[in-house]
């Protein structure tokens, strides 16, 4: 017994760096405005099914994890013994405005339908470009993130109506009807879309649809698509 304890901590203290410069690297993108501490927890659990703490990792995972993600896309530079990270490293702050956030989610949203392979920052920048010819987000105008926006929603129509149906299939089991206002609310839902070709009535039948059996909606997504984004007052010249 005492073997293995001692056997045990020796593992402890040689994986502790690891996730000590995990801990440095997450405080820093947090800081900078790279990735929020929940961005970090949604990409993490998508690249590691669904674990969402360094502790759930192995050292390879770990390692995977700081120079896949923190080393490689967001430029955090390892310095001295400490992992300190170098001044100015990184990339600059991500372009977070109401519409900004919204192009983020619809990307994100597309992944989780299955259309999207990469949900980086990096493969969204790529596809904006192709789009309007920019990939930084922060050199948009309105009208070009509102055509990107569009798009995106464009996109996302044919695999959500196809989820919908999916979703509407287990409803209509009846082993599934648990919550009869949930499951009315969705079927309603999912048929008053039937007829459409638009983003608003699939997503919000997609979202009763997922109510209705129990899946979470990342707040990452649902959040910024139920926020309307406020056009900006024209500037008023005095005569």
């Known amino acids: 017994m005492m073997a293995t304890a001692a056997t045990a901590t020796t593992k402890a203290s040689k994986a502790a760096p690891l996730t000590q410069l995990l801990g440095i690297a997450r405080t820093w993108a947090d800081a900078s405005g790279v990735m929020t501490e929940a961005e970090y927890r949604q990409r993490m659990a998508r690249m590691f099914g669904g674990r969402t703490s360094a502790t759930q990792l192995t050292r390879a995972e770990q390692y995977h994890l700081l120079t896949t993600l923190f080393e490689r896309e967001l430029g955090w530079k390892r310095t001295g013994k400490g992992g300190t990270p170098a001044p100015g490293s990184g990339r600059r702050k991500l372009e977070r405005s109401p519409a900004s956030t919204k192009i983020r989610a ?134």
């Not at 990096?122 to 993130?145: C, F, M, N, P």
């Open 106 to 239: 619809l990307w994100l949203f597309l992944y989780v339908l299955g259309e999207v392979r990469d949900s980086s920052e990096r493969a969204l920048a790529h596809y904006i470009k192709r789009q309007v010819g920019v990939e930084d987000l922060h050199w948009l105008t309105s009208q070009q993130k509102s055509d990107v926006i569009e798009a995106l929603k464009f996109w996302a129509v044919r695999p959500m109506s196809a989820d919908v149906a999916k979703m509407r299939a287990a409803l209509e089991n009846p082993t599934m009807r648990q919550d009869p206002p949930a499951y009315r609310d969705a079927l309603v839902f999912a048929e008053r879309a039937a007829n459409s070709a638009s983003w608003a009535p699939w997503w919000r039948a997609w979202q009763s649809a997922s109510a209705a059996l129990g899946r979470k909606v990342d707040e990452a997504i649902a959040k910024p698509l139920a926020t309307p984004i406020r056009k900006a007052k024209p500037i008023e010249v005095a005569a």
